[in-house]
C-alpha cells in the first residue's frame, strides 16, 4: 500500500490542524493506521494508532486529549486531528502501516513500513 500524508501547515500555539492520509494499491481495510512524527535532531515517535475497524485506538501520553485519529475506510484515508496544539508539536508528521497483520495495534516505528512522505507541522509561540 502506498501512503500520502497532507494537511499539515503553520499555527499558533492554541491552533488546530486536521492531517490526512490516502492509501493505495492495497486493501485499505486490512491495515492498522498509525501516526508518527519526527522533530529536527529527534527520533522518530510514536504519535497515534487505529486498529483497521476504527475500534481501537492508541495515544502518545503526549496527545493524549489533545489529538484524535479516525479513520474512513470507504475513502481509503486516516486522519490525525490535532487541537491545543503546543510548539513541542512542531515536526514532520508521516502516516505508516505494520508490516504484519493482526489484531494487536503497534507503537513502535520498527513495527511499520510503507512510510508515506510526511507532511510538515509548524506551531509557534
Known amino acids: 500500500v502506498q501512503l500520502q500524508a497532507s494537511g499539515g501547515g503553520s499555527v499558533q500555539t492554541g491552533g488546530s490542524l486536521r492531517l490526512s492520509c490516502a492509501a493505495s494499491?492495497?486493501?485499505?481495510?486490512?491495515?492498522?493506521m498509525g501516526w508518527f512524527r519526527q522533530a529536527p535532531g529527534k527520533e522518530r515517535e510514536f504519535v497515534a494508532a487505529?486498529?483497521?475497524?476504527?475500534?481501537?485506538?492508541k495515544y502518545a501520553d503526549s496527545v493524549k486529549g489533545r489529538f484524535t485519529i479516525s479513520r474512513d475506510n470507504a475513502k481509503n484515508t486516516v486522519y490525525l486531528q490535532m487541537n491545543s496544539l503546543k510548539p513541542e508539536d512542531t515536526a514532520v508528521y508521516y502516516c505508516?502501516?505494520?508490516?504484519?497483520?493482526?489484531?494487536?495495534?503497534?507503537?513502535?516505528?520498527?513495527?511499520?513500513?510503507?512510510w508515506g512522505q510526511g507532511t510538515l507541522v509548524t506551531v509557534s509561540s
Open positions: 487505529i486498529n483497521w475497524s476504527g475500534t481501537t485506538t
Open positions: 505508516a502501516a505494520p508490516i504484519s497483520f493482526g489484531v494487536r495495534v503497534p507503537t513502535a516505528p520498527y513495527e511499520y513500513e510503507n
Open positions: 494499491g492495497g486493501t485499505f481495510s486490512y491495515y492498522n
